[in-house]
């Protein structure tokens, strides 16, 4: 158990909908990844999140957007769905600076998305 | 910009052999860590393993063993003895940080299958 929690597990939606995907990190840790794994683009990085700011951003769509909490939570809203929308996303978090940080991200257990 | 490279898309092997996973990375920082991750069947993703770009001993955690060269650009992952419980999908990431930001490119996996 990496201790950062993602929900729902799965999701099955029609395109054109709209979801919001949940993460909770681990107790401490203020930087929230999220990425997203299909089959034909692999583990893609999407964005980060350190206490609250964006802090880097990689190959999101528009139709995408996140935002991370006061209480360190994170949601990934996903909107105007298409199939190839479809995929495994994953929620890391990672030891803030200053603790003892390696870089090592945790990850959760995925929330599964199908867009029917 | 940065690429990480695992060649191998799907290697099967019988129980007890040895096996190796190539992972060729590309990246023009000077300060950079090297992972590698286990997705078994159930999905979520497993750190195995963190190299900084410093150092360059080769490591060794029970069968598991690294090799990092720096000359090549390479960091693979031998198992030696293989059991069928290592049947999983493994990715090498390179992290690029700075500014408070960290994102991990992911090579593609490598689909390892043990057979009894």
């Known amino acids: 158990d990496s201790g950062v929690t993602q929900t729902p597990k799965h999701l099955i939606t029609a395109t054109g909908q709209r979801v919001t995907l949940r993460c909770s990190p681990r107790?401490?840790?203020?930087?929230v990844y999220w990425y997203q794994q299909s089959l034909d683009q692999g583990l893609q990085f999407l964005i980060q999140?350190?206490?609250?700011?964006?802090?880097a951003k990689g190959n999101i769509l528009e139709r995408f957007s996140a935002q991370q909490f006061p209480d360190l939570h994170s949601e990934l809203n996903l909107s105007s769905l298409e199939l190839g929308d479809s995929a495994l996303y994953f929620c890391?978090?990672?030891?803030?600076?200053?603790?003892?940080?390696?870089?090592?991200?945790?990850f959760g257990e995925g929330s599964r998305l199908t867009v029917l | 910009a940065q690429k990480v490279t695992q060649a191998q898309t799907e290697i099967s092997v019988v129980e007890k052999e040895d096996v190796t996973l190539d992972c060729v990375y590309e990246?023009?920082?000077?300060?950079?860590?090297l992972f590698w991750y286990k997705q078994p069947p159930s999905g979520e993703l497993v750190f195995l393993i963190r190299?900084?770009?410093?150092?360059?001993q080769n490591e060794i955690s029970g069968r598991y063993s690294w090799n990092f060269q720096k000359s090549t650009s390479s960091f693979n992952f031998t198992i030696t003895a293989s059991q069928v419980v290592d049947s999983a999908v493994y990715f090498c990431?390179?992290?690029?940080?700075?500014?408070?930001?960290?994102?991990?490119?992911f090579g593609q996996g490598t689909r390892l299958t043990i057979n009894p």
């Open positions: 890391a978090s990672s030891a803030s600076p200053g603790t003892t940080n390696t870089g090592e991200l945790f």
């Open positions: 107790s401490g840790d203020l930087s």
């Open positions: 990246t023009r920082d000077t300060t950079y860590y």
């Open positions: 999140y350190y206490n609250g700011e964006e802090r």
């Open positions: 190299r900084n770009s410093f150092d360059e």
């Open positions: 990431a390179l992290s690029e940080r700075g500014r408070g930001a960290q994102k991990l490119v």
